[in-house]
């Protein structure tokens, strides 16, 4: 996604869109912005910052959260898009830990999937996983259990 990042992402590569469109990555894109130039922010003075206090401070109408988010957002928007024009899904199940943002979470990145999606792609929907951090575990017990 990014052929000029210059961090490494946990897969060892580089520029991976799970670098800016996961919890961690979130809280990276974070952890930059508050290193540059910026307002006052809710986050200033955020010890670890998390993808949790990032939404949480987006929620309250921080601007500097609202430029992450952005970001954020137009990065797995554009991603999910690309993947959009290649197998057409019926819809798109956002889990992980961002997923806990919640609904500011979908419309953000819907939002930002419209702008970029073929025409024929535009209205796919998106929803929350259910299981959360969960679904790998109840995965693996079925696979089991099988």
């Known amino acids: 996604m990014n052929p000029h990042e210059t961090e490494v992402c946990g897969c060892g590569r580089k520029g991976c869109l799970e670098q800016y469109s996961s919890a961690t990555g979130l809280a990276r894109l974070a952890r930059q912005a508050l290193a540059g130039e910026h307002e006052a922010s809710a986050l200033d003075g955020v010890g670890n910052v998390t993808a949790k206090d990032v939404f949480d401070a987006y929620k309250a109408g921080d601007k500097v959260a609202a430029g992450v988010v952005d970001k954020?957002?137009?990065?797995?928007?554009?991603?999910?898009?690309?993947?959009?024009?290649v197998v057409d899904p019926?819809?798109?199940?956002?889990?992980?830990?961002?997923?806990?943002?919640?609904?500011?979470?979908?419309?953000?990145?819907?939002?930002?999937?419209?702008?970029?999606?073929?025409?024929?792609?535009?209205?796919?929907?998106?929803?929350?996983?259910?299981?959360?951090?969960?679904a790998g575990i109840y995965g693996c017990v079925r696979l089991i259990l099988e």
């Open 90 to 134: 019926e819809i798109f199940v956002i889990g992980g830990g961002v997923s806990k943002a919640g609904q500011p979470l979908l419309d953000a990145v819907q939002e930002r999937f419209r702008g970029e999606a073929f025409s024929s792609c535009k209205e796919t929907k998106f929803a929350l996983a259910t299981l959360g951090n969960d």
């Open 72 to 85: 954020f957002a137009g990065v797995l928007g554009r991603g999910l898009s690309i993947i959009s024009c």
